[in-house]
């Protein structure tokens, strides 16, 4: 038995990187999970408005035209006599999601670690925001509008993606924000700040603006939802930002701490040392 012990070779530091990368998928699975209880009582908040989310239509219809920024209908128009271009609309809303969203998460905990915290604080803190305007303002698609010269490509040319998309699981009524759009703003953001690869960088650049075309041209979302879902996002760079600032503060904080524990340590041996001056750290970047 002692020898099976002295044999096992100690664990090396790819193990635990291994380890640590492994534990930080299982706590954001927790996180997810907790994200989708959230998300089912907020929908329970908002399934009995429907009259409520039909009225906020109408307004934002009408507060879109006074804008001048009504071309939800325009802009299909150009695609309904092509297939091809309904497909492509389609695919990407569909795919261009989570899809999109998971393997942007994977790569960060894997390549970008020191990253992945700002990205996942953002992504919590814009989907917070996001549920109080879906729990107070419940909104109907504009698929859901017909008689205002909408269609829902979607149900015409891939109905299979409807009823997987179950009103049981999937809160209808919350059009606004577009996280469609706003989390693909931010994964956009990752891709262009963070990889070292061209293509990647300019995919994410792009991939913002194919998206705010794809919810349009599939009547999923009006033009102002996309404009709430970028200001949601830019609201969960701000508090992601704040948190980074917060902890690192507490990391310089701590580390001072450490010095003078030290310090304070050797100097008990050695009789008295001179008394430093606190850091300003608020001075501290």
């Not at 979607?154 to 606004?176: D, K």
């Given at each position: 038995m002692a020898s099976d012990t002295l044999s096992r070779r100690p664990p090396t530091l790819r193990h635990i990187r291994t380890g640590s990368r492994l534990a930080t998928a299982a706590k954001e699975i927790a996180f997810l999970l907790a994200a989708a209880l959230l998300y089912t009582l907020v929908r329970g908040l908002t399934s009995d408005r429907v009259d409520a989310a039909f009225r906020h239509a109408e307004d934002v219809i009408a507060f879109e035209r006074s804008l001048g920024i009504d071309v939800e209908t325009d802009l299909q128009s150009l695609i309904l006599d092509h297939e091809w271009a309904i497909d492509a609309a389609n695919g990407f809303y569909i795919y261009g999601y989570w899809p999109v969203f998971v393997l942007t998460l994977v790569w960060l905990i894997a390549r970008r670690p020191a990253a992945y915290p700002f990205y996942r604080n953002a992504l919590l803190a814009s989907g917070a925001f996001s549920l109080v305007v879906f729990a107070f303002y419940p909104l109907s698609p504009p698929r859901f509008l017909p008689?205002?010269?909408?269609?829902?490509?979607?149900?015409?040319?891939?109905?299979?993606?409807?009823?997987?998309?179950?009103?049981?699981?999937?809160?209808?009524?919350?059009?606004?924000?577009?996280?469609?759009f706003g989390w693909i703003l931010l994964l956009g953001i990752a891709w262009v700040a963070l990889s070292r690869v061209l293509v990647v960088r300019i995919a994410g650049a792009t991939m913002p603006l194919l998206m705010f075309a794809a919810i349009v041209l599939t009547g999923n979302h009006y033009v102002v939802d996309a404009i709430v879902g970028g200001a949601v996002v830019v609201a969960g760079i701000g508090v992601a930002v704040l948190i980074e600032r917060y902890e690192r503060r507490r990391a310089v904080e701590a580390a001072i701490d450490d010095a003078r524990q030290a310090a304070d340590g050797d100097g008990a041996g050695a009789g008295a040392i001179p008394s430093q001056r606190t850091p300003n750290l608020s001075r501290v970047r």
């Open positions: 008689w205002h010269g909408f269609v829902d490509t979607i149900s015409l040319e891939a109905p299979t993606y409807r009823e997987m998309n179950s009103p049981t699981f999937v809160n209808e009524y919350a059009a606004m924000p577009s996280l469609h």
